[in-house]
């Protein structure tokens, strides 16, 4: 373990710990989470998110990031993409069990806000097929985009005021990649089977668990990168 990695720890454990500690501080983060849910999801994804792509910078390129990684767009963009992640999952939640109860699921709704159940199971795992099957593709290539857009400027915070030229970057996207790879392995492998287990939990724990699978993304985008 490198010097570099043993300060990647301790600012971990800096963020987090507190939260585990003190019982005034998590009751706080509970009733933010509650009154201003999207802002936390700015902060959720923002901080989450990056430190995975950091992660996978770790495991690619032997550091964690470099003057041209561009921590603070990376940061701002995941901020914004998890604030519509997290508008995306209210929308799919309240949906797709009402949508259950039209074609004889009775009592899905109910389900879904109750303690574990295989009603409530089989709720969460169609939420999640849906999300990944409409959403996620969008956003993941959406995300590639931004990324692609962050990486050309070299990771200035300039970037963020510059127009993002959308169809030059989807027309040199390694397509092979992103429908072999990123689309058809890792949404059924892994996004459909992680996004079942978040809509099982309770609802102001279901952001934080996506943004937590938002870093492990980091770790997907660093194996498609070396694919």
Known sequence: ?????????????AIFLPFFLSTPLYEFYLKTN??????????????????????AC????????????????????WGLLGMWIALAMKVFSAGIPVALEKIGFEGQTAAMTGGFSWLKLWGAFCISVMMNTSFAPVFM???????????????????????IKIGET?????????????FKKTIPLFWIPAHTITFI??????VLFAALLGAVLGLILAIAARK
């Open 1 to 13: 373990m490198k010097k570099q990695d043993i300060v990647a720890i301790l600012v971990v454990l």
């Open 34 to 55: 509650g009154a201003h849910p999207y802002l936390l999801a700015f902060l959720k994804f923002g901080i989450l998110a990056t430190m995975g792509e950091m992660l």
């Open 58 to 77: 770790r495991i690619r390129a032997g550091y964690y990031c470099n003057a041209q990684f561009g921590v603070v767009p990376k940061a701002l963009v």
């Open 141 to 163: 290539t959406l995300h590639k985009i931004t990324d692609t857009h962050i990486t050309k400027y070299n990771g200035q915070i300039s970037c963020l005021a510059k127009p």
């Open 170 to 182: 989807l027309a040199n996207l390694d397509w092979k990649v992103q429908w072999n790879f990123v």
């Open 201 to 206: 939990l309770p609802p102001n724990a279901q």
